[in-house]
């Protein structure tokens, strides 16, 4: 049986578009040489470039058609000069997170042998950890409504049992089902500040909650400065790790740069029924029209969207397509074979997509 997959494209802003180009093509080729899977594309606008045409940011009608597709590819969005009236950067993706309760960020580290990295790892260690970072409230509770007045800024913090609990079984159901392909021992880490806020010994507690509720697999804490440390000293040691909205978003650019840049660094923001799937950078507005951005993070990213569409709806020759997918844009950046400029080569963008599309939809297969 073939199943037919509607994906949302949200091309964005900067080198948004550059990148999901050759992301949309090889996802095509994936699917061409498949009987098992098919997409349907539709591009919807949306972002800052989008905003300084129209006023509008995010359309009724593109969120309405995103909030029912099978999944939503997101590139980049936002431009440092256009911003709304209060001052603040265009961030449709944000608005999606909320619209949609995405509350399980998911951030990958990997550095895979040969990867690129700034660590000297020991010769029999790799880094494969996950970190979920809950994406709809925590520090960013207050975002754009904090209060300022000429001698006094506040924001608050916000922790719920229901969102906390959503999120920490994410965590432990990942870890269960990376120590099931041999990927993990079965260990989620709860990262907090549990020892001064009493937020975070509320956050902690909830989590021994749930630990109790999952036998199999090993729990811990770790205090968040810690964790920034060892992730430098240490990260071969981590499984998985969930932590609160701020403290992921630092630790998720500590772990993209652990990988080697953010050029290599994909996410997903997952909720119970819909995920969006975006590079963890940005729209990168001073490489934009170069043709140099890296699509790598990108391409990944697609992974994870082929990854969790064959979980969610039991299609494994998706979830081996999204395994093809990462280990063909590993094997570049190992040999920096076609490869963009920030990872040290003089590919374009559509080269370098181009390269990982014939390692893993050779043309013959789909023609
Ligand atoms: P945001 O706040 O939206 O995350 P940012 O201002 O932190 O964005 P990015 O847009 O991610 O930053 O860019 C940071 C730097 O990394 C820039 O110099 C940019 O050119 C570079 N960069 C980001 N993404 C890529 C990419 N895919 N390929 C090459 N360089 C990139």
Not at 52 to 60: C, D, I, V, Y
Request: a negative charge; hydrophobic letters at 45%.
């Amino acid at each position: 049986m073939t199943r037919s997959f509607q994906i949302a494209v949200f091309e964005g802003d900067g080198i948004g578009p550059e990148i999901m180009v050759p992301t949309v093509e090889i996802l095509r080729a994936l699917a061409a040489q498949s009987d098992a899977y098919t997409f349907d594309f539709r591009r919807l606008p949306a972002g800052a470039a989008h905003y300084a045409n129209t006023g509008e940011s995010l359309p009724q009608l593109a969120l309405e058609y995103a909030g029912q597709a099978d999944a939503i590819l997101l590139s980049a969005m936002g431009l440092p000069d256009v911003r709304y009236p209060d001052g603040t950067e265009i961030s449709p993706q944000i608005e999606l997170r909320k619209k949609f309760n995405l509350f399980a960020g998911v951030r990958p580290v990997r550095i895979p042998p040969g990867g690129l990295t700034p660590l000297k790892l020991p010769d029999n260690k790799g880094v494969d950890f996950v970190l979920i970072r809950e994406s709809t409230e925590g520090l960013f509770h207050s975002q754009a409504a904090g209060t300022v007045t000429e001698d006094d800024a506040t924001e608050t913090l916000r922790i719920t049992r229901k969102t906390s609990e959503d999120v920490f079984n994410f965590a432990f159901q990942l870890a269960k089902d990376r120590k099931s392909q041999g990927r993990g021992p079965g260990r989620v880490t709860c990262v907090d500040k549990a020892n001064v806020f009493r937020a975070f010994a509320f956050f902690r507690s909830i989590f021994d909650g749930i630990a109790k509720s999952h036998p199999d697999l090993a729990a811990d804490h770790a205090y968040v400065d810690a964790t920034a440390l060892w992730m430098v000293q240490k990260p071969w040691d981590f499984d998985v790790l969930v932590t609160e909205n701020m403290f992921g978003d630092i630790l998720s650019d500590l772990g993209a740069g652990l990988m080697g840049g953010l050029g290599l660094a994909p996410s997903a923001d997952i909720g119970h029924h819909q995920a969006v799937f975006q590079p963890c950078h940005g729209s990168a507005p001073d490489i934009a029209g170069e043709g140099k951005a890296n699509p790598f993070a990108m391409i990944l990213s697609a992974a994870m969207m082929l990854d969790w569409l064959g979980t969610k709806h039991d299609v494994p020759a998706m979830r081996a397509d999204a395994n093809a997918l990462q280990a063909a844009v590993d094997q570049q950046v190992a040999t920096r074979q076609t490869v963009t400029p920030d990872l040290g080569g003089t590919a374009t963008t559509a080269e370098a997509g181009a390269a990982i599309q014939t390692m893993v939809a050779p043309v013959e297969a789909v023609a």
